[in-house]
C-alpha cells in the first residue's frame, strides 16, 4: 500500500488542505509519486507539529487527481468512514479556521485554468 504524508505546521495550513466540496473530511496532499489513481487506497502518515513520535496513520481512498502539467502530483483523499474518531480529531484541530477549508484546493483549480489559457 502507497504511503502518502501531510506535516502542516499549523491549524491554518491543515484547514487550508481540506476540501469542503466533498462529503467526506478529504484532504490535499502532494504526493510524490504519479503511480496513484482515482479509487485506490492508500495509507496517510499525519505529522502534528504537538504531537511526538509517531504519525497518525489514516486509511484514505484517492476521490480527485490533477492529471496535467506541474499539478499532476496533487490529489484528493478522502479518509476512510471507518476512522470517525480521527476524522473528528482532524476537524478539532482546525475547528477556529474553516474560512481557509477550500483556499488550497481553489488555487490549484485557478492555477490550472490560468494555465490552460495560455
Same mark, same amino acid.
Given at each position: 500500500? /502507497?504511503?502518502?504524508k501531510?506535516s502542516?505546521?499549523?491549524?491554518? =495550513? /491543515? ?5 469542503? =466540496? *466533498?462529503? #467526506? ?5 502532494? #504526493? =510524490?509519486?504519479?503511480? !496513484? ?13 504537538? !504531537? ?11 476521490? *480527485?487527481?490533477? =492529471?496535467?502539467?506541474? /499539478?499532476?502530483?496533487? &490529489?484528493?483523499?478522502a479518509? &476512510? ?6 476524522? %473528528? %480529531? /482532524?476537524? +478539532? &484541530?482546525?475547528? %477556529?479556521?474553516?474560512?481557509? +477549508?477550500?483556499?488550497? *484546493? ?5 492555477? *490550472?485554468?490560468? #494555465?490552460?489559457?495560455?
Amino acid at each position: 500500500m /502507497l504511503t502518502l504524508k501531510l506535516s502542516p505546521q499549523s491549524a491554518t =495550513e /491543515l484547514a487550508a488542505h481540506v476540501v469542503p =466540496e *466533498f462529503q #467526506s473530511l478529504t484532504l490535499l496532499i502532494n #504526493s =510524490e509519486t504519479t503511480d !496513484i489513481a482515482v479509487d485506490d487506497r492508500a495509507r496517510l502518515e499525519f505529522q502534528w507539529p504537538d !504531537i511526538e513520535g509517531k504519525p497518525l496513520c489514516l486509511e484514505v481512498s484517492v476521490v *480527485f487527481r490533477f =492529471e496535467a502539467g506541474e /499539478l499532476k502530483n496533487w &490529489l484528493a483523499v478522502a479518509v &476512510l468512514p471507518s476512522q470517525q474518531a480521527l476524522i %473528528h %480529531h /482532524l476537524r +478539532y &484541530l482546525c475547528r %477556529h479556521h474553516t474560512n481557509e +477549508y477550500g483556499k488550497l *484546493f481553489h488555487q490549484l483549480v485557478n492555477d *490550472f485554468c490560468h #494555465s490552460n489559457q495560455r
